[in-house]
């Protein structure tokens, strides 16, 4: 996996927007944002956090990637 960039909570939450997920609870400092795609339900929970840890966003990017191809989401989690 490349170098990653350092991003929030708010930032990560972002992108996967971008991927058709949406905030659907929150519950302390975790969101749970969650797609539909045909019946298969998606969910990934974000800490929501000013400065996440690298190893913490290696394992939310290692989930995401079961659900959304790595070559479309590292891109914008590279450092720039």
Do not use: N, W
């Amino acid at each position: 996996m490349p170098k990653l960039r350092r991003m929030s909570g708010a930032e990560l939450i972002s992108v996967f927007g971008r991927f058709g997920c949406e905030v659907v609870s929150t519950r302390g400092s975790h969101a749970k944002l969650r797609r539909f795609i045909g019946e298969a339900k998606q969910t990934i929970t974000v800490p929501i956090h000013s400065d996440l840890d690298t190893g913490t966003l290696r394992a939310i990017i290692r989930h995401a990637t079961a659900y959304i191809p790595e070559s479309e989401l590292i891109p914008h989690f590279r450092v720039r």
